[in-house]
């Protein structure tokens, strides 16, 4: 089975999506965020907890404003994070140095052992054992690796949606044989 593909900042863009909400790893690196947040939000209310002017002990009312106007602001600053600023981390990292060899135009074969991949930088073989999941979104397929890397494989490159749950059905499959042993 055979795919030629070549990913856009986009693609890398919706992986990096994907990791955070849906991949182990990902999903504790959101959690440690939170707390991450939860800390400063914490320690900044304990910091002025004591102001002269809108302190507990100056007027309750004022503190407790303060801590409500500083909740929704920390909230707007990692929403602005999750849909502004993550999402352009990934597109400017994507195309600057080495990351750049990530959108040449590829061409992957699946095989029973695993995966020819070629580009015009050149030719590489991963086994199947090498993956650790084979996951699929609306308009991706990812080959996932321990860590914070996969192949990513856009849907638009097959010719109909047939080909792709296919080129999914067998990366899956062939992948699940070789983890059970």
Do not use: C
Not at 103 to 120: C, F, K, N, S, V
Request: no cysteine; charged share 20%.
């Amino acid at each position: 089975m055979q795919v030629a593909f070549q990913i856009t900042p986009e693609d890398y863009v919706a992986f990096t999506k994907y990791h955070f909400t849906k991949t182990p790893l990902g999903r504790r690196s959101q959690r440690r965020l939170y707390l991450l947040g939860l800390a400063l939000y914490l320690a900044f209310a304990g910091a002025e907890y004591d102001h002269p002017q809108y302190g507990w002990n100056v007027d309750p009312g004022k503190y407790v404003l303060y801590l409500a106007v500083s909740a929704v602001m920390l909230g707007g600053v990692y929403a602005g994070f999750l849909w502004y600023i993550r999402p352009t981390l990934a597109r400017t990292l994507v195309q600057q140095g080495e990351r750049r060899r990530m959108l040449l135009p590829t061409r992957m074969t699946l095989h029973d052992a695993g995966m020819t991949i070629e580009t015009d930088d050149g030719r590489g073989e991963v086994a199947w054992s090498r993956l650790r999941n084979v996951a699929q979104t609306q308009d991706h397929i990812f080959l996932l690796f321990p860590g914070l890397s996969a192949i990513i494989v856009p849907k638009s490159s097959f010719a109909t949606a047939e080909d792709s749950r296919a080129f999914f059905e067998y990366a899956r499959t062939h992948h699940a044989q070789i983890q059970a042993g």
